[in-house]
T-cell receptor, first 115, second 114 residues
Framework: GAVVSQHPSWVICKSGTSVKIECRSL??????MFWYRQFPKQSLMLMAT?????????EQGVEKDKFLINHASLTLSTLTVTSAHPEDSSFYIC???????????FGPGTRLTVT | AQSVAQPEDQVNVAEGNPLTVKCTYS??????LFWYVQYPNRGLQFLLK??????LVKGSYGFEAEFNKSQTSFHLKKPSALVSDSALYFC????????????FGRGTSLIVHP
């Protein structure tokens, strides 16, 4: 149980285009979903936290207009990278939290490369 | 406030030997502590957690961790390492009753040599 999926697993896009990444909790309803960014050989950087039906809470330094997060249902959150630039290239990971659980459940990640 | 430190970027161990991955934490209250493992190009997998109770916590794949309140540590251990244990390990902490958003350590790369 507690499986989180992400789609796509990898994507290559051109500068200036937008990319949408989906995060789904497959067998549970997620109270909260988190979006992280991870650079090579570095820890996770929390980008934002989202609760179903509410606006996402962004961490300091994360551009809201560039990284659009939508949490439309208890099983789906999306991250849209708008007007992508090469410096947005990274590994993006989502996670989800059940109301009654202490730990988070992570998706497999999405490798974004902007050319 | 909450923070977590993983003092070692990399730990090397021979297969069959015991392994320890260190983690120390700082919280203004009672901690909830977690260990996650990340294999290359994958998301994180939950290994184990300490919430309350017995200081020795057992988790997945034969891993265990010991909560030491006086030393504010939560080291991850395994009696006999496998080559397949080679991965990136993250310790995380959050405050009991506080924000549900944990703080992650920077990660420790475990390399198990055949």
């Amino acid at each position: 149980g507690a499986v989180v999926s992400q789609h796509p697993s990898w994507v290559i896009c051109k500068s200036g285009t937008s990319v949408k990444i989906e995060c789904r909790s497959l067998d549970f309803q997620a109270t909260t979903m988190f979006w992280y960014r991870q650079f090579p050989k570095q820890s996770l950087m929390l980008m934002a936290t989202s609760n179903e039906g509410s606006k996402a809470t962004y961490e300091q330094g994360v551009e809201k207009d560039k990284f659009l997060i939508n949490h439309a249902s208890l099983t789906l959150s999306t991250l849209t990278v708008t007007s992508a630039h090469p410096e947005d290239s990274s590994f993006y990971i989502c996670s989800a939290r059940l109301r009654e659980a202490y730990e988070q459940y992570f998706g497999p990640g999405t490798r974004l490369t902007v050319t | 406030a909450q923070s977590v430190a993983q003092p070692e970027d990399q730990v090397n161990v021979a297969e069959g030997n015991p392994l320890t991955v260190k983690c120390t934490y700082s919280v203004s209250g009672n901690p909830y502590l977690f260990w996650y493992v990340q294999y290359p190009n994958r998301g994180l997998q939950f290994l184990l957690k300490y919430i309350t109770g017995d200081n020795l916590v057992k988790g997945s794949y034969g891993f265990e961790a010991e909560f030491n309140k006086s030393q504010t540590s939560f080291h991850l251990k395994k009696p006999s390492a496998l080559v397949s244990d080679s991965a990136l390990y993250f310790c995380a902490v959050r405050i009991s009753g506080g924000s549900y958003i944990p703080t992650f350590g920077r990660g420790t790369s475990l390399i198990v040599h055949p």
